[in-house]
């Protein structure tokens, strides 16, 4: 397949990370990745504040602000902080927006994708805020859960392994970021287009990839499959890829699950069946129970031993992050342009976002910093570094 050149190797990296292969050879050890992508939350607002459950990690400590208005030298600091509990309204996290948090421009400017010659200063998350939901707003992304409200990402911290340095693959909202997750591309998406998802996107996936070269995958969802919008996963030959929900359990005790597993959460929230996909305003807890049911899951199959879940955010939502996204050396992965006004080249990426890698081969308290410039000098992880190999 062709993925972005900077996210190829990054897959092998990952399982480079096992300890000692079994002795018979030296093949990495994992037969099945399962990939589950939860939504629109930055890395400090989930998992910021646990240097305590392992310091090497990159987070927060409390001294990091945005300023209410960045033009303004005397106006006041929002200071990030450690009490998040249940967001409503969402926080802004499309183009425009993302684009004012990242390089702190007034919300309402048009222009070129990249502003020229400013730097990512990540300033300009609570003045966004305030412009789209008031003083409230700005102090809810300027905000983090305390680890014992997110006690399931705690023990994953401390357990498996954790990237501090995963961005979104476009610092755009949710569906150009999910398509990149198993395409390499959000062939030129910027935006969630309504349209252009009913009648499908062109891109070779790694579901035609596995299947090509003989291997299998499946798609275990809830209400909606967003793996549809996909055009190729819509031929009849796949059909039978998809499978409910409860079937994952069945599999995993039976052994039979396949190469590639995509878990895709209830995305439509109701009274019996709450949302668990960790939008806002849905009930961080309801994403919690997910994780720790898919690991369950995971854990208790006899495949557990050959079984690497890896679990992300497809953007941040529009809650703060303080590490600056990279607006170098990013390569585009098709030259597809994005729609006016912007023309969006795809030569930066989006906020960092949590990422973990749990199996049982994974050293207990890993912190992974990034793919340490391979392939390349300015390689970073993204979402692409899942089908990349
Ligand atoms: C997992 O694999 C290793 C190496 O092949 C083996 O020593 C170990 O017994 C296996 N564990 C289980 C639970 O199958
Ligand atoms: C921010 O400060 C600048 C400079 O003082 C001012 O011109 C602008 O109106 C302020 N913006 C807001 C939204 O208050
Ligand atoms: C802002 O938050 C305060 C305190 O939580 C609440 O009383 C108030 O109604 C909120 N304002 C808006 C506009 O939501
Ligand atoms: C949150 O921050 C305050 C002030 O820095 C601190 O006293 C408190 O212990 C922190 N709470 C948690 C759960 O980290
Ligand atoms: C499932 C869900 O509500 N996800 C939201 C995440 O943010 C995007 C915008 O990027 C919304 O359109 C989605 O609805």
């Known amino acids: 397949m062709s993925p972005s050149p900077m996210a190829s190797l990054h897959l092998l990296l990952l399982l480079s990370l096992f300890t000692s292969p079994p002795s018979s050879s030296h093949a990495s050890p994992i037969t099945t990745i399962v990939v589950l992508v939860m939504e629109n939350r930055s ?35 929002v200071y990030f902080q450690n009490h998040s509990h249940y967001v409503d309204p969402d926080p802004g996290h499309s183009f425009q927006a993302i684009r004012a948090q990242v390089f702190g421009t007034p919300t309402a400017t048009t222009g070129p994708g990249t502003p020229p010659g400013l730097p990512p200063l990540m300033n300009g998350f609570a003045q966004q805020a305030v412009a789209e939901g008031g003083t409230n707003l700005s102090e809810a992304v300027m905000n983090g859960f305390p680890p014992s409200a997110v006690p399931v990402y705690r023990a994953l911290v401390e357990e498996f392994a954790v990237c501090d340095r995963w961005f979104a693959s476009v610092p755009a909202s949710t569906q150009p970021n999910r398509l990149y997750v198993h395409s390499g591309t959000s062939h030129g998406a910027t935006g969630n287009d309504k349209w252009l998802l009913v009648q499908g996107y062109p891109q070779d996936t790694i579901f035609d990839h596995l299947h090509d070269a003989g291997m299998s995958f499946g798609i275990y969802y809830q209400n909606i499959p967003a793996t549809l919008f996909y055009k190729n996963l819509r031929k009849l030959k796949y059909w039978k890829k998809f499978h409910f929900y409860s079937t994952l359990k069945k599999h995993a005790q039976a052994g039979e699950l396949p190469n590639y597993v995509v878990v895709e959460q209830r995305y439509v929230d109701s009274k019996l069946a709450p949302a668990n996909d960790d939008h806002p305003s849905h009930d961080v807890g309801e994403g919690q129970r997910l994780v720790k049911e898919v690991y369950e899951t995971l854990r208790a199959s006899p495949q557990w031993n050959q079984t690497l879940l890896v679990i992300t955010y497809d953007e941040h939502g529009g809650f703060f992050d303080h590490v600056h996204t990279p607006i170098k050396g990013v390569p585009s992965p098709d030259q597809v342009v994005g729609p006016e006004p912007f023309l969006f080249e795809f030569n930066r990426l989006g906020v960092r976002v949590p990422t973990f890698l749990i199996s049982p081969w994974i050293e207990k308290g890993t912190v992974l910093h990034g793919p340490n410039g391979s392939p390349f000098p300015t390689s970073e992880f993204e979402h692409s570094s899942i089908p990349a190999q």
């Not at 890395?43 to 990690?57: E, R």
């Open 43 to 77: 890395f400090d607002h989930m998992i910021g504040w646990m240097k305590g459950s392992n310091p090497q990690l990159n987070g927060v400590d409390g001294s990091e602000s945005n300023p209410v208005n960045t033009t303004d030298h005397s106006s006041p600091l």
